[in-house]
């Protein structure tokens, strides 16, 4: 089983569309949790964090769900620039001098069209 | 000014060469990754270091061999290029909670 796993999509959406990504995490020490934007071509970008009680960025809301051990992104009022792979991150602690790997989901690529 | 840099862009060569690419962060960052992105677009990581010490070294074969100068420079040498290593190669620098990327070197094995 992977460590990180998404749904690799593509979710094809019309503009204004909302759209949920999920993702689930094997390691119960899993630390902290992100999500990234890759454009085709480019390199992964910090698009947020994930926070236990969930956070919001203007139209992008992500939660966390310890318990269950997934994270999820929602996009809402999609626009043509959302279109990318969205990838999920997880931190895990790998000693006690706070070093840490971050292991990314293989990606959930969005197509958002007019 | 670019945060992380890496240099080749691209790297296009034959099977059994050695090819180095290099990676440079002006972020002031005590940690830095090499990841690899294959085919199907999985992102991996291979190494990291802390201040010039080897932190992660993932089960890679030891063809590939890391190399820091100094905490600003992490390369990333590779013997006896195999088909197989075809990919997307990223260097990366973490800060207190992000990782920030280079663009990626695509490596093309012949």
């Known amino acids: 089983r992977k460590e990180v796993e998404q749904d690799p999509g593509p979710f094809n959406v019309p503009e204004g569309a909302t759209v949920a990504f999920n993702c689930t995490y094997s390691?119960?020490?899993?630390?902290?949790f992100f999500w990234y934007r890759q454009d085709c071509r480019k390199e992964p970008k910090l698009l947020m964090s994930?926070?236990?009680s969930g956070n919001e960025d203007g139209r992008f809301t992500a939660q966390l769900n310890r318990a269950s051990q997934y994270i999820s992104l929602l996009i809402r009022d999609s626009k043509l620039s959302d279109s990318a792979t969205y990838l999920c991150?997880?931190?895990?602690?790998?000693?006690?001098?706070?070093?840490?790997?971050?292991?990314f989901g293989s990606g959930t690529r969005l197509l958002v069209r007019p | 000014d670019t945060a992380v840099s890496q240099t080749p862009k691209y790297l296009v060569t034959q099977m059994g060469n050695d090819k180095s690419i290099k990676c440079e962060q002006n972020?002031?960052?005590?940690?830095m990754y090499w990841y690899k992105q294959d085919s199907k677009k999985f992102l991996k990581i291979m190494f990291s270091y802390n201040n010039k010490e080897l932190i992660i070294n993932e089960t890679v074969p030891n063809r590939f061999s890391p190399k820091s100068p100094d905490k600003a420079h992490l390369n990333l040498h590779i013997n006896s290029l195999e088909l197989g290593d075809s990919a997307v190669y990223f260097c990366a620098s973490k800060g207190d909670n992000e990782q920030f990327f280079g663009p990626g070197t695509r490596l093309t094995v012949l």
């Open positions: 994930v926070y236990s």
């Open positions: 972020l002031g960052h005590d940690t």
């Open positions: 991150a997880v931190n895990i602690r790998l000693r006690m001098d706070s070093s840490y790997k971050l292991i």
């Open positions: 390691n119960s020490a899993s630390q902290s």
